[in-house]
């Protein structure tokens, strides 16, 4: 037994791979017999528990109160702080309610972030089988210490990171952990020091799942150390970059601050020293300058039209997490995606078969058996080529793997390149009950990695044994002699088949070689000499994890959108570049693998990146790094993904965008968005709609502005000529609540303009208020003050009083942003034709509500009272209406100029 001893620090950064199991033993001081119990309790004492570390949290009042750090925000507090110093408290309250709505729903989202490391600490393995004292025994994988012997078996989650010191038939599925589609073959034997974490093939790693064969291995890192440890520290390590959305409402929100403060300052100053005004007057009309000028409903307006886009992805099958993700897609200048699961079905599947009379492509994918064989277009039926069935019935056989239906879909249990056999047998319309009954399995020498084959002894009709046997064809092919051809036996053409190997594997299959012999007396046991010589082969077989096929078409969709699609996969060039050049991703030769991105500087990477398409065998660093150096040149990055190994890039990305169907949790609750058919092309439905919400936002925009920049034109105005404040803060309050909750609510359900797919991506840099829009809500806010105030001093040369000009100036623009919201449901089409007068049924209801809304304000006695109304004729009601027909006019006038000049670009 191993006397209690102290490791060095230095293992944790070990290259175990790299020394053989004597040398790995010896490192960490143990041997085959196991710890003893005494030396165990040590090691733990001094490694700690084998679970992942949770990390430092931020407390719940910290975390709350954080919600609040947003310009806007602020603005708001202004807004409420105003409202109440005015003694206007039912404004007050509301302004509080929406700034309490939104901290409340950024800190349940902020919540539900986290949980992406509690997915990552719930994936380790609960129990391991150890050697303690020379014994077998059943611990808490949680008591696991570097120098533990493990015992590894079928079924068995892999509880610590472990040095393979003996293997039998070992297969391990890691694609959660590499992204490699198929479960990999492992051995105990050393690899290079500098080899990726996929080609690794004598270590085991914590979380991953042991598919077949037996193994044992010694624990060389727990808890954080391992490489799931290390992927769920760097996720949170990574900070979560603020949108572009929100980045740009930020510096919109600095700006409006900053002008209405000086405005109003401007203003109150400008008054004292005209002595025209009181104190009390000119402060108050300071402050319903200010009042005007913020824009208090727009942050409201805001999460509602995130909201609405987050319901209609739902619809087409795209879950939000977080509603600012909304817009970000809209942003999106390159789309980062995994392989595995996403581009591809993660369903093996047979696409080829060679024979010595064929050469045969298989349709249909996935587990389900519904395909048939054509060789160049024309269909083949079996009875037309029925000596392919041994071919079939060997794959069939020769095999421990098996398919049933639930829920009207196919279910695989155990090995998937073994399932593509037996859904190409059953493609072939054999049973795979009545073919176990006609040949009954009496020996196997199962799979190794040593001698990377399978055989099988089944007794067959008459008297006659037979042995199938499936493989490597580099190692099947050196065991035959002979090959089928049309039912009979003839010598193997080695160049024939080296050839059919070569083209299939340069389109990225994985090839098997089948072969049979036949044994005369009923045999009872099958010994390796027995297949070493006098095979038969009976064809090659092509399988590969196929792309979907809508995904093809998605990825064209995004190239005319102006996005970039790069694939990072942990899978082989070779297999990469094909199913690249299949989807339309890269030029189908160049790819960049994990090895060369290591030797890369931040610079050398940001120039790769910007030209290489596909990159293979990457680990969870390098997805990390090249979507930081993408970043790092400007664009707005969405990463998809499904594994654990994309957490931190999926965390780290503009938006992360994980798979539902089969996806770990991890990557569910680091993503911002779950695509819940796990297909794709749903991101491009998503980006059209977040280009849509973010088009939306910016009509909204100029819609709310003029509205703002009117009143407080109109009070500035009447401020400089010394005369009645032509509207009072409770009816700019009126003016503003009534056209935020209705008429600007309404852009909100605006459909996608025509073209939205075809424009390249916005620039991430540029302001939310282009040159074009901040020219148009200039142009409409003199129109606004034109108006308002011409009416104003229309009715006071007339002799009318102030409270009758007051109510003319507040129906003005009520009246005005009623006709300007046609003009901005396109911010440059034309608004005078079916479709723009129309075509959104909420702009109907939202005026419909607003007029009578607005009758009540003029006519209703207690309306009248607290608002300070009078009722208007006519008349009165004649020149409100020229002026928004003028208004509609002059900015439809605008929009033919602007489209005259060439610019189609708002």
Known sequence: ?????????????????????????????????????????????SYGPNRLKPPQQRSVVVRFLSQFHNVLIYVLLVASAITAFLGHWVDTSVILGVVVIN????????????????????????????????????????KLVPGDIVLLQSGDKVPADLRLLYCKNLRIEEAALTGESEAVDKSFEAVAKLAAIGDRFCMAYSSTLVVYGQGTGVVVATSNDTEIGRISMMLAQVDKLITPLMHQMAILGRWLTVVILILASSIFIYGLLLDSYSLDEIFLAAISIAIAAIPEGLPAIMTITLALGVQSMARRNAIVRRLPAVETLGAVTVICTDKTGTLTRNEMTVQRVITADYLLEVSGVGYAPEGALSQNGKEYLMDDCAGMLDLFRAGLLCNDASLHQHDNEWVLEGDPTEGALVTLAMKAKLDPVIECESYPRIDVIPFESAHR?????????????????????????????????????HPLDLDYWHAGLQEATASGQRMLAIAVKLIGAKQQSLEFSDIETGLTLLGLIGIIDPPREEVIVAVNQCHSAGIRVKMITGDHRVTACAIGAKLGIGDGQTVMSGAELDHMNSAQLREAVSKVDIFARASPEHKLRLVTALQDDGEIVAMTGDGVNDAPALKR???????GQKGTEVAKEA??????????????HAVEEGRTVYDNIRKTLVYILPTGGGEAGIMILA????????????????????????????????????????????????SMLSGFLVWRIAFVTILMVGGGFGLFLWEMLDGGSV?????????????????????????????????????????????????????????????????????????????IFAFSLFLFVAVEVEKYLIRCSGFSNP
């Open 1 to 45: 037994m191993i006397k209690r001893v102290q490791l060095s620090e230095s293992i944790k950064n070990w290259a175990w791979h790299s020394d053989s199991p004597q040398e790995v033993l010896a490192i960490l001081k143990t041997d085959h017999a196991g710890l003893s119990r005494e030396e165990a309790a040590h090691r733990l004492e």
């Open 103 to 142: 901290a409340v729903i950024g800190f349940i989202q902020e919540g539900k972030a986290e949980k992406a490391l509690d997915a990552i600490r719930q994936m380790l393995s609960l129990n391991a089988v150890v050697l303690r004292d020379g014994k077998r025994k059943q611990i808490p994988a949680e």
């Open 653 to 659: 990305a503009n938006i992360g965008v994980a798979m």
């Open 671 to 684: 993503a911002e968005m779950v695509l819940t058919d796990d297909n794709f092309a749903s991101i491009t």
């Open 453 to 489: 084959l399978m055989a099988t002894l089944h007794h067959g009709k008459g008297e006659q044994s037979v042995v199938f046997v499936k493989g490597a064809p580099e190692e099947v092919l050196a065991m035959c002699n002979y090959q089928r051809s049309f039912n009979e036996n």
């Open 803 to 879: 409270e009758l000009g007051r109510t003319i100036v507040v129906n003005t623009l009520v009246m005005g942003e009623i006709v300007y919201l046609f003009n901005c449901r396109y911010l440059l089409a034309p608004a005078f034709s079916r479709e723009g007068l129309f075509g959104n049924h909420y702009v109907l209801l939202a005026i419909s509500l607003l007029l009578i809304t607005q009758l009540l304000f003029t006519y209703a006695p207690i309306m009248q009272q607290i608002f300070g109304t009078v009722a208007l004729d006519a008349v009165m009601w004649g020149r």
């Open 719 to 766: 401020i400089f000529l010394g005369m009645a404040l032509p509207i009072t803060p409770i009816q700019i309050l009126w003016v503003n609540m009534v056209t935020t909750v209705t008429l600007a609510l309404s852009l909100s359900f605006e459909r996608p303009e025509k073209g939205v797919m075809q424009r390249p991506p916005r620039d991430p840099s540029a």
